[in-house]
């Protein structure tokens, strides 16, 4: 908790992507696929990787993808789910 007098405060405008990053998720997937997106980053060959990256040629992707009921992850067709019921605070930790 940050306490400022209202003399401190400085009136500002965001931009739009600023806006769009302030808008809160609107359903458990959108939200658990937020916090996946900024949370997950790997470093490789110099370069930072984070859950969606644009492929060599040019497609987006993410690696972990969120759906109505679970998650799953993009690269590894055989790898396991997670359920949102059962599993999202754990994921979420």
Known sequence: VV???TTEIIQTTLTDDEVARAVRPTSMKDYVQARIDGTIET???GRD????????DGTARCQFKVTATHVQCAICPDAPTWSLDADCVRLLK
């Open 43 to 45: 470093r490789c060959g």
């Open 3 to 5: 306490i400022l007098k």
């Open 49 to 56: 990787y984070k859950n969606c990256y644009t492929a060599a």
